[in-house]
């Protein structure tokens, strides 16, 4: 095992999720992601329908790092508390640099039409209890990419939530999975 590969094994260790009080995390004043009202309602359906499974990131003093939106997602739904992974091990000038790597890379990545066509092809084929919409493409744009052979039409359904505590179940479930491939 290289010395790399110990040293990242060490840090991974000693990371834990912990469900913190909505209430006692503070939002980073120098957060330079915007999420407008609209995405935030989006981030807040994916809780609904998904579950938590994307942890805040604090620094320790719970101060907000990474995950504003679905920190706003949060407060939108009244939760009390949300999952939180403290990055208190790097510096201050890690957390940063990574705050806005985190933001950026994901916007680096780009589609395969095809594979991408075929996934919202067979999910509307489903019974689904939710909206397509919840992917964060919109009606109009799948549309578009419709007519231009990108997509296949897809048939919108209705998201319902029954009970908060299916929002809490979702979570446990997905953030032990996320936290076992890590």
């Not at 913190?20 to 359906?45: D, E, G």
């Not at 919409?133 to 744009?141: D, L, M, S, V």
Request: net charge positive; proline share 4%.
């Amino acid at each position: 095992m290289s010395v790399r590969t110990k040293t990242m094994s060490v840090q991974f260790r000693n990371i834990r999720l912990e469900w913190r009080p909505v209430s006692a995390l503070k939002p980073n004043p120098r957060n330079a992601r915007i999420h407008s009202k609209k995405q935030i309602h989006q981030i807040a359906q994916s809780i609904i329908q998904f579950g938590f499974i994307n942890p805040v990131l604090t620094d320790g003093n719970d101060n907000i790092k990474v995950g504003h939106g679905r920190f706003e997602a949060a407060k939108e739904l009244g939760l009390d508390v949300i999952p939180t992974i403290c990055i208190g091990h790097l510096s201050e000038a890690q957390i940063r640099a990574y705050a806005i790597a985190d933001n950026k890379l994901a916007l680096k990545a780009g589609w395969d039409l095809e594979i991408l066509a075929v996934e919202f092809q067979e999910l509307s084929a489903l019974d689904l209890p939710f909206d397509l919409e919840i992917t964060g493409f919109e009606t109009a744009e799948i549309d578009e990419k419709s007519a231009r052979g990108s997509f296949l039409p897809i048939r919108p359904t209705t998201c319902r939530l029954k009970d908060m505590s299916e929002v809490s179940a979702r979570s446990d479930i997905a953030i032990s999975r996320w936290l076992a491939v890590r």
